[in-house]
């Protein structure tokens, strides 16, 4: 965070760039004037909807761990995938994220929940491992369902209800405004109460008694964590 400033090319610039995508420029020089200078093939990533990194991956992540919440969201905003040797260093390195401050996580996350398809980037922060460092309630709803089937996949059901939240989202003009990120934070949390309250019960039953106060709690808990202002904080943790 205290760098050394000295004269760079645009190939440094562009090796310390986070995605391939991202890494792509337009030479202003009178003899190559609008030739595309693109040294990591960014442009045919673009086309196969792929997220890469233009050195290796350990490199560019180590370089700014935010990245890695970066990947996962554009999975989201972008509908992208993570190329698969990206993907692998990104889950061996979840554990750098820890350095990276509270409000700049969050910020990733709200670019997550607020995208298109805010369920596949959650499914991609829970695969990659991020999410049992910066939201581990999420991760905790994937119950072990047992032979019987007594209860429903809680992480699964969390899934559907975004969606059907993000589905009744009516535009700017609406009663629900789309994005909600007040709704969407709702939809995500609403049964994080479920893992620390299930019981079974006689007779093949399985119970999950106050698990909507409980919820509220771990709620209101995370989110002060994440940074978030007081009102966001309240109004998610009532509607749990």
Known sequence: RKPIVEDGTLEDDQNRRDFTINALALCLN????????????GL???????????????????????RMMRAVRFVAQLGFRIEPETAEALS???????IVSAERVRDELVKLLLSDRPRAGIEALVDSGLADIVLPEIPALQLEIDEHHRHKDVFEHTMIVIERAVALETGSDGPVPAPDL???L????????????????????????RHDAVGAKMTRKRLKALHFDHHMVEDVSELV
């Open 30 to 41: 009178k003899d190559r004037y609008g030739e595309l200078v693109d040294p990591f093939d």
């Open 44 to 66: 045919t990533d673009m086309d196969n909807l792929l997220i890469r990194t233009p050195l290796d991956p350990d490199i560019t992540f180590s370089d700014d761990p935010l």
């Open 92 to 98: 061996d390195m979840v554990d750098r994220i820890e």
């Open 182 to 184: 007040t709704l969407r």
């Open 186 to 209: 709702a939809a995500l949390l609403h049964d994080i109460g479920k893992p620390k309250t299930r019981r079974f019960e006689a007779g093949g039953k399985v119970s999950f008694h």
